[in-house]
């Protein structure tokens, strides 16, 4: 994106990934359970085939959750793995360590996880209200997540930054679908919010028309997008952004 005026890090990120949202209501509590695998090196077909397996056999005997796989295309961790599960509530969780759980684990432990060099895991709460979800029936086949590290009590102002802007978008009809998400354990030091951008190519991922800046620029003038840029940025102390294939075999 070219610059015509100086942007801030957090407005040149956004006018690239942003999607709209729905608005300021309070988000539902739905949680997500993800997995980052990264497997041994050298091992990565036979870890593949192990994975595979285990999904297949987890289908077969009843896991009552459904279970995503992907691949790590771009970023620090390009070729790690994320298996994930979503549209939990808490007592979901109590529910699947009573039950299917223990059993999904013992084979996990007995196929995959000898050809696995490391592994970890976070919950996620996603913001409902704050996400707008592609259509029903929507081949989802990439996502783009943006890590946002906030500064320690900045949330609120980072939250009530990108409803102002979401407001706008949603009035002019911005292109593009996303989820809003919050790391509740296991993500990492700080305060962190996600921007999960939804694409069904490559292609998918060009910038829509009109664009965010130009949304953005022509709601608030030059000069009120630059201070709307600028006061997200002092929300923040760092973000990343990397991309992940899904794995549908």
């Not at 292609?203 to 201070?227: K, R, V, Y």
């Amino acid at each position: 994106m070219r610059n015509r005026f100086h942007l801030s890090p957090a407005a040149a990120i956004l006018a690239v990934l942003f999607v709209g949202a729905a608005g300021a209501a309070e988000a539902q509590q739905t949680f997500a359970r993800a997995y980052a695998v990264t497997p041994r090196a050298g091992m990565t077909a036979q870890f593949e085939t192990a994975l595979k397996a285990h999904v297949e056999w987890r289908a077969e005997n009843g896991d009552p959750w459904t279970w995503s796989v992907w691949s790590v295309e771009t970023g620090e961790d390009l070729g790690d793995y994320v298996v994930r599960s979503t549209g939990h509530s808490w007592a979901d969780f109590d529910a699947y360590d009573a039950g299917f759980g223990p059993r999904g684990l013992v084979h996990w432990r007995a196929t995959v996880a000898p050809l696995v060099e490391s592994v970890s895991s976070n919950i996620s709460m996603v913001n409902e209200s704050l996400s707008r979800p592609p259509p029903e029936g929507t081949e989802v086949a990439f996502v783009t997540i943006t890590d946002f590290h906030l500064r320690p009590g900045f949330q609120d102002e980072f939250i009530a930054a990108i409803t102002s802007a979401t407001e706008i978008l949603n009035e002019h009809d911005f292109g593009g679908y996303g989820i809003w998400s919050t790391s509740v354990t296991g993500g990492g030091p700080g305060p962190r919010i996600s921007l999960v951008s939804l694409y069904s190519s490559w292609a998918d991922m060009a910038e829509p028309d009109p664009s965010f800046e130009a949304i953005m620029t022509e709601a608030l003038g030059e000069d009120g997008f630059e201070e709307w840029g600028d006061q997200l940025g002092q929300t923040f102390r760092g973000v990343e952004a990397y991309t992940m294939r899904r794995r549908p075999d």
